[in-house]
T-cell receptor, first 111, second 115 residues
Framework: QQQVKQSPQSLIVQKGGISIINCAYENTAFDYFPWYQQFPGKGPALLIA?????SEKKEGRFTISFNKSAKQFSLHIMDSQPGDSATYFCAASSGNEKLTFGTGTRLTIIP | DAGVIQSPRHEVTEMGQEVTLRCKPISGHDYLFWYRQTMMRGLELLIY????????DSGMPEDRFSAKMPNASFSTLKIQPSEPRDSAVYFC?????????????FGEGSRLTVL
């Protein structure tokens, strides 16, 4: 019930392409869905977050798409750049409860 | 603000030794979290505190693990005795849930290697 399933485990995208990472959840009480970005040797850092009252949120090249009925949300990175190479974690929480993280996606952007 | 500060950044020890990891959260944050990251299991929440009180330690793997938060600016995670399977990166994070975003601020981690 508390799981957040993330896919793919790893992803290789050509520079300038679109990177797409997907997450699915079961707990319908979840009401906060952040994405964290982690560079090697660093801790994760908040990238972008969405609440279920909207279906999409965009910040620069990063977009979260949210499908409440399917209980799925995804991260899209437009015009992917080598500097976007990192591990991405989706997460979810409800109310004032702790975050549940996905298992992570290692993204590599190749020239 | 300096962010969440963890020490040591790297620790190499031998099986059976005691390991103590330290964390200084961001001033004013009232939640502190300890996570463990491995390739196999990703990010696992071990324990979290609210106002220095442990709230949920269900993620602590065994009695060999213990965590304390004696005051609002310091926390420790102790492993005694350590085992090779404890090798991982341990992250401390802090947050202030009074903020609607609920953002976690992570430290840079302590990489533990148990030989």
């Amino acid at each position: 019930q508390q799981q957040v399933k993330q896919s793919p485990q790893s992803l290789i995208v050509q520079k300038g392409g679109i990177s797409i990472i997907n997450c699915a959840y079961e707990n319908t009480a979840f009401d906060y869905f952040p994405w964290y970005q982690q560079f090697p040797g660093k801790g994760p850092a908040l990238l972008i977050a969405i609440r279920p009252d909207v279906s999409e949120k965009k910040e620069g090249r990063f977009t979260i798409s949210f499908n409440k009925s399917a209980k799925q949300f995804s991260l899209h990175i437009m015009d992917s750049q080598p500097g976007d190479s990192a591990t991405y974690f989706c997460a979810a929480s409800s109310g004032n409860e702790k975050l549940t993280f996905g298992t992570g996606t290692r993204l590599t952007i190749i020239p | 603000d300096a962010g969440v500060i963890q020490s040591p950044r790297h620790e190499v020890t031998e099986m059976g030794q005691e390991v103590t990891l330290r964390c200084k959260p961001i001033s004013g944050h009232d939640y502190l979290f300890w996570y463990r990251q491995t390739m196999m299991r990703g990010l696992e929440l071990l324990i979290y505190f609210n106002n220095n009180v442990p709230i949920d330690d269900s993620g602590m793997p065994e009695d060999r693990f213990s965590a304390k938060m004696p005051n609002a600016s310091f926390s420790t995670l102790k492993i005694q005795p350590s085992e090779p399977r404890d090798s991982a990166v341990y992250f401390c994070a802090s947050s202030s849930w009074g903020r609607i975003t609920g953002e976690l601020f992570f430290g840079e981690g302590s990489r533990l290697t148990v030989l």
